[in-house]
T-cell receptor, first 116, second 112 residues
Framework: GAVVSQHPSWVICKSGTSVKIECRSL??????MFWYRQFPKQSLMLMAT?????????EQGVEKDKFLINHASLTLSTLTVTSAHPEDSSFYIC????????????FGSGTRLTVV | KQEVTQIPAALSVPEGENLVLNCSFT??????LQWFRQDPGKGLTSLLL?????REQTSGRLNASLDKSSGRSTLYIAASQPGDSATYLC???????????FGKGTRLSVIA
């Protein structure tokens, strides 16, 4: 089945630095990738949708200059948290939609970001 | 805008009990519905996928039903085990390429 590899699985960074999270589709081409954020004991909230070769679409309230999304190829989408602050500490996870309605959405394993 | 609600928010049961988790959605024009499991601090594990034309799906001790017209789905877990303790999430897309909308989940604890 479709596999999305997400790295890193966890990262600790200092306030003011930037962190890049990568999601790679290993055995299929992902023209679209959804990025979610999950705060402790909360559900997954959609942050943005990336499409290969075009600008990402951000949900209301998500700062596009802070959360840079790039989908430069059909197998790689990245999320860069710029000038990270402690309130950006969260669980970030990517998801690719299926090619066929017979299959479910594929998720990366998630990235636990802690900003200190 | 699609909204997904899960009831109860938390559930604690003794080992061996059968249990039902509920999920409702506001827009019945869904493509399919997916149930996930999430362990603390971990990613999502897909449990069951039900197509909009189906009424139920089974995998081992899990059975998921879908009543699209009433906007409801249930996840039935038979003979619960401590290893079933996790948060269970249901999610729906409105069409094939739109993002999933998640409920807030049901946090299940199975006590040995």
């Amino acid at each position: 089945g479709a596999v999305v590899s997400q790295h890193p699985s966890w990262v600790i960074c200092k306030s003011g630095t930037s962190v890049k999270i990568e999601c790679r589709s290993l055995d299929f081409q992902a023209t679209t990738m959804f990025w979610y954020r999950q705060f402790p004991k909360q559900s997954l909230m959609l942050m943005a949708t990336s499409n290969e070769g075009s600008k990402a679409t951000y949900e209301q309230g998500v700062e596009k200059d802070k959360f840079l999304i790039n989908h430069a190829s059909l197998t790689l989408s990245t999320l860069t948290v710029t000038s990270a602050h402690p309130e950006d500490s969260s669980f970030y996870i990517c998801s690719a939609p299926p090619d066929s309605p017979n299959y479910g959405y594929t998720f990366g394993s998630g990235t636990r970001l802690t900003v200190v | 805008k699609q909204e997904v609600t899960q009831i109860p928010a938390a559930l604690s049961v003794p080992e061996g009990e059968n249990l039902v988790l509920n999920c409702s959605f506001t827009d019945s024009a869904i493509y399919n519905l997916q149930w996930f499991r999430q362990d603390p601090g971990k990613g999502l594990t897909s449990l069951l996928l039900i197509q909009s034309s189906q009424r139920e799906q089974t995998s081992g001790r899990l059975n998921a039903s879908l009543d699209k017209s009433s906007g409801r789905s249930t996840l039935y877990i038979a003979a619960s085990q401590p290893g079933d303790s996790a948060t269970y999430l249901c999610a729906v897309p409105n069409s094939g390429n739109t993002p999933l909308v998640f409920g807030k989940g049901t946090r299940l604890s199975v006590i040995a």
